[in-house]
Structures are given as C-alpha cells and as structure tokens.
C-alpha cells in the first residue's frame, strides 16, 4: 500500500504489461493511462518506482537512452503508467531518434485513453530546450502536462527558491504549478498522486 500521513492510496497491483512501438501493439482496453516523459537521466523509472512502492518495477539503466519502446504498466487493474523512451541524449544513433520522434507523436496524438503527461525536469538546471519544445507541443495541442521537478534531495532549500524560478520563467507558469520531487527521500510523493487522482479515475 502506498501512504503517508493524511493520504493513502492502496497500491493492490502493479505489473508490466508490453512493450509497443506502434498503435497494434498498445494495450486493448478503455482504462485511463498517465504518460511519463523527460530526458534520458531524468530519474523517470527511479520517479514511477517510488510513486508505486516498487523498487524493480520499472528497469533503471546506468545507461541512458536504453528505454526504446513505450513500456505500458497496469495499476490496480484500473489505470495505467506509460513510460516513454527519454529524449536528448546525443549518445543515442541518430536513426533511433528519428524513429522515437514519429513513434511518442502517434501515440501523444492518437490514443484516447491518455489522460495527461507527467513531463520530469531536473531541479537542479534549468528546463532544456528539448524539455521546452515537449512542454509547449504538448499546451499546444490540448493535452494537460504536469511539470515535475525532480532530484530535490541534491539541491539545498536555501537554494530551491531560485531554481524553481528560473524553472517556472522557461516554462511560463505559476511558481505553485510544479511538483518538487525525490525518489530518494520520496518528498513530492503525496502531493504527486493528489495531483494525478483525477487523470486515473480517483476522487481527489
């Protein structure tokens, strides 16, 4: 069960369904899915790990650019994490990131059951220009997009109040939109569910 003080969501169920890179191969059904985006050594899997309770659930890589496919995850058996491949990593052949572009698109754009974006940036620099390109296709286009800025256990709070201001200038929303988050020390945790609640179908 996934709790804190005040807030629990009893996490049941949490399995790995596939892996797609096309719409045939994505999950049949009608339940909500959440879609985890952000660069390559953002954190992401660590990120949808702590929000589970898992430890393995979602593989980490000591090398980024590893995740290829979009990886599809039941909750509960009522909703579903999406874990989409990281961008911005020069590393990675430049084919595989012509093909990943065509691929996040399709799926972004055309699946009926995504309910929001969880788009994850790193505290401690300011968004890239590859997190600013996803953050304002994505208003763009209509679908909601939450900012959540995570590695706050390596940035100092006497600190924090600067790089969320620089974060939020790039991003061009108010300072109380973004979560500040850390798998490490699981700060952000409740306030990250509660913000997820009406994107799965639970009432806030």
Not at 54 to 64: E, G, I, M, N, Q
Not at 86 to 97: E, L, N
Request: proline share 7%; with cysteine; charged share 25%.
């Amino acid at each position: 069960m996934a709790h804190q003080a005040g807030f629990s969501l009893p996490i049941q169920s949490a399995e790995f369904v596939t892996s797609a890179v096309a719409p045939e191969g994505y999950p049949a059904g009608d339940q909500p899915e959440v879609a985890f985006a952000g660069r390559s050594n953002v954190g992401k899997s660590s990120l949808i790990n702590c929000l589970l309770g898992r430890k393995k659930l979602v593989r980490t890589s000591r090398t980024p650019g590893r995740t290829q496919t979009l990886n599809f995850f039941r909750i509960n058996d009522r909703f579903l994490f999406v874990d989409l491949p990281g961008y911005g990593y020069a590393k990675v052949p430049q084919k595989i990131r012509e093909q990943w572009g065509p691929m996040i698109e399709k799926y972004l754009t055309g699946r009926k059951q995504l309910t929001g974006v969880v788009q994850i940036m790193d505290l401690r620099h300011p968004p890239t220009t590859d997190d600013l390109l996803l953050w304002n296709w994505l208003k763009e286009i209509g679908i909601p997009a939450l900012a959540v800025l995570t590695k706050a256990d390596k940035v100092p709070r006497g600190k924090r109040a600067k790089h969320l201001r620089d974060a939020v200038q790039r991003l061009g929303i108010p300072s109380r939109e973004p979560v500040i988050f850390s798998a490490v020390t699981r700060e952000g945790w409740q306030e990250l569910w509660e913000r997820l609640m009406p994107w799965i179908g639970y009432l806030s």
